[in-house]
């Protein structure tokens, strides 16, 4: 059985551009708390092995997504939650005056910075 407190300071920065703090980890997946600064645009990026869930807990952003189905921009406010399966393209920004942060599980474990290609998104990344 594991237990975490959130860290004070990011433990890392992800492959997108927000900082992040781990939280758990296990053989399924793992946990992170994330914050994107004020205004930032994250580069945009795609997994090849690994899906999210989030889970948004404070701040005001914005999410492209887009897998070869559909395509769509999601507004991440508080009490939302979202998935980015496997091989799907996303990007994401805070269009507000206060850190977006979030919870972010990935199944099966984070491998690496090397799951994540960068490519074109929707907007201009200022990271």
């Known amino acids: 059985m594991k237990e975490a407190r959130l860290p004070k300071e990011p433990d890392a920065r992800s492959p997108a551009g927000a900082d992040i703090r781990y ?19 994250n580069r945009a990026t795609i997994h090849s092995t690994v899906s999210e869930f989030w889970y948004v807990l404070e701040g005001e952003g914005e999410i492209w997504r887009k897998d ?21 393209a996303f990007q994401y920004r805070n269009i507000g005056d206060h850190p977006l942060t979030f919870i972010c599980i990935t199944m099966p474990p984070w491998p690496g910075d090397q799951e994540a290609s960068q490519l074109n998104g929707i907007w201009e990344p200022s990271v």
């Open 23 to 41: 939280l758990v980890d296990g053989e399924a997946g793992n946990m992170i708390h994330s914050t994107v600064p004020p205004m930032q645009i």
């Open 68 to 88: 070869q189905a559909e395509e769509r921009v999601t507004r991440l406010v508080s009490g939302v939650s979202i998935d980015i399966p496997v091989g799907t």
